[in-house]
Each structure stands twice: as C-alpha cells, then as structure tokens.
C-alpha cells in the first residue's frame, strides 16, 4: 500500500531541538460571530516568537520540524476542546518537507486518530516561500484532499503560489496576503486588486480570507465586498497554547461605534 511507504526525510534521524508549542488565532466568520477556525502558530515554548524558532529551521531539520508541528498543533487543539465543537484547525505545513505524501501523512493521521480529530475539520495551508516542483505540489493537495482534509494556500499575492496553481488545483481556501489588506480604505489600487481577486475567487468555487485586518476602515472595505471570513489583531490576537473566543456582539459594537464616531 502506498501508505506503508517509506521515504528518506522518515528515516532521518534529524531532530528539531527547540521545544515548541502553538498560539491560536481565530479566524472569525463575520456574518455569524462564530469562529470558523483556529489557525496553530508555531512558538517557541519559553515564549520564543515564530521568527526566532524559526532561525532553528535548516535544511537537515525540516522534515522532523513540519512532523512536530503537525503533531502538536493537533494534540494541543484537542487538548483545548477545540475538536469537540465543531471548530476547523488549520496547520501551515513546508511543501518541501515532504517527500511522498502518503508516506508523510502517517504522523498526523495517527495524532488525529488518537485525539479523535475529524480529518474533515483540519485545513492545511501552504505558502510557497521557494519554488517548488509543480508535479510534487499537485500530488501533494490532490493527496490530502483525497483523504478529507481541507486544503488552503496562504498569503496569495505574496509568494509563487499564483495564478498558474490556480489553473491546475483549486484549493478550499485562499487567504489573501495581509500586504493587500493593510490600509485598503486608502489605496484605490489594492481596493481594486483585492475586488477582482474576491470575484475570481468566488467564480473558480473557492473560498476567500482576508487576514492581516487590524483596522476598523479595512474591516469596513471587505464586510462592503461581501467577504465573510477575517483574521487580524483587529478582532484577536493569537493567544498561546490557548484558543482566543472573541466577544463578537460587544466587539463588533466597537468596530462599528469606531466608524461612525
């Protein structure tokens, strides 16, 4: 079975050495109030910031890095109960630390097996840093969806992850880079960027988040284009190894009493 195969990076002895554990932010859906998702952020477990825990990253440690964050965004979500309500969990994973999907899967469908995690409620979300083999990346998405998990690509707009993925493989999720989003309210270009992307998007089936919002006047733009999914320090910022549950009857009064004030 392809399940049972083995590639090099699971027989790597490599370690990732920094102990690490997740904060949480919610991405909220703002018709509802509901938190649609809890995004896991790797932290260092002393309180070190992604960017430091990061600095540990190498080429010899990717594999057991992607695998401990996998693992540990699952346990600790169950943990939190976020697994129980219905909640999605989204995990960032390295296209580039894996080397057979079906091979490379084996940890995390065995973290949610054992904390009882629907396959369906977990979203992995990807942004291409580097450029990747097109072919492997494929057959990556096209594994995990076969599977049941969701699949999403990250900060688009920003990376190499563009268009022509899009015309190959269209994910669950696309989140808008937060570059785009930041003072939208003031940037005719960006509003106009940002507008047609929402259309392709919604035409090609595929659903859009804005991350990156922390003001009410960019909030005000995309509730105006009818986007439904946002992130951003506006509305919460990542809680460590907690999950953050944001008031939304008393926050959206805030955000609504700050643009007509």
Known sequence: ??????????????????????????????????????????RGRSGESAFEVL??????????????????????ASDLGLARDGTMLSINFLPNAVYEPNACIRKTLSAAKRANFPLESIIFEFT?????????????????RSMGFKTAIDDFG?????????????????????????????????????????KM?????????????????EFEVLRDFGVELMQGYLLSKPALASLARPDWPRLHGEILSTLNG
């Not at 563009?162 to 309210?185: A, Y």
């Open 1 to 42: 079975m392809a399940s049972e195969a083995v590639c090099g990076g699971c027989l790597d002895g490599n370690k990732f050495s920094l102990p690490i554990t997740m904060a949480f932010q919610p991405i909220i859906d703002t018709t509802t109030g509901k938190v649609f998702a809890q995004e896991a952020l790797v």
């Open 55 to 76: 600095r540990h990253l190498s080429d010899e440690n990717r594999y057991a890095f992607d695998q401990l964050c996998r693992v540990t965004a699952i346990d600790l």
């Open 128 to 144: 291409e840093v580097e450029r990747l083999d097109t072919a492997h990346l494929l057959n990556i998405l096209t594994t995990y």
């Open 158 to 198: 920003a990376g190499y992850a563009g268009l022509g993925l899009l015309s190959s493989f269209q994910p669950d999720i696309v989140k808008l880079d937060m570059d785009l989003i930041r003072g939208i309210d003031a940037d005719p270009v960006r509003r106009v960027i940002v507008r047609n992307t929402l």
């Open 201 to 217: 998007l919604t035409e090609l089936g595929i659903r859009p988040i804005c991350e990156g919002i922390e003001t009410a006047r």
